[in-house]
């Protein structure tokens, strides 16, 4: 990957980012190390009262989409809000590598779903053997966090049977910086994302563009 353009963005501290010149995407110059914040994670989504209610009407427009039993998995589980809400009746995989994640999966005795508690990457999902295995994977506001996009976009690629769907939800870049909203970047979020880098780093993986919403909160 190569970079063209820096961005300076300045409030309380000053933050560094690039520019591929490849695809567009725009990442942090710098990052702590993954296993270091998510062995010891604080973050819970069923606590976050606006996120926990998004996620409710998220989960009724996957079972408005999508009728038939499915194989569905979701990138960046946490605490299972969002998995708690879909249909039991579907085959439900959470991947998540957060002790957030473990700690709830195990306390609640969760049944309707399993927990794949590792992280994302082309070589998790072949050793896993969840190629070619689901119908759908989502994933809301997780693959900023991701120092090795790439090979997680391809992991989630591997994962999807032929014909597969992949939802994301990210964060809007073009909206962050016509709004100076710089809160949207720290030291957890390690890329930013725009629709238009996002179409061009996912079509060089092999995905096709369908549709896009921006949402309001």
Request: glycine share 6%.
């Amino acid at each position: 990957m190569t970079s063209k353009t820096v961005y300076i963005m300045k409030e309380q501290h000053e933050f560094v980012f690039l520019q591929c010149d490849d695809c567009d995407i725009v990442y942090s110059k710098y990052y702590v190390d993954p296993a270091s914040i998510y062995g010891s994670y604080k973050y819970k989504s069923s606590e976050i009262g606006s996120l926990k209610a998004h996620f409710g009407r998220y989960a009724e427009t996957f079972k408005s989409e999508f009728y038939d039993d499915i194989r569905f998995c979701e990138i960046g589980s946490n605490d299972g809000v969002f998995l708690n809400q879909l249909p039991y009746k579907w085959e439900k995989f959470g991947i998540d590598p957060s002790d957030v994640a473990r700690k709830a999966f195990l306390e609640n005795n969760y049944t309707n779903w399993a927990l794949v508690n590792k992280p994302l990457s082309e070589k998790m999902v072949l050793e896993e053997e969840l190629d070619n295995y689901f119908d759908v994977v989502s994933a809301s506001n997780c693959l900023a966090h991701f120092p090795e996009l790439e090979s997680a976009f391809k992991g989630i690629f591997t994962m999807l049977k032929s014909g597969g769907e992949f939802w994301i939800e990210v964060r809007d870049l073009d909206s962050a910086l016509i709004t100076n909203r710089f809160t949207d970047f720290y030291v957890e979020h390690l890329v930013a994302h725009s629709i238009s880098s996002l179409m061009k780093v996912l079509g060089k993986i092999g995905f096709q563009y369908v549709s896009h919403e921006t949402l309001q909160f």
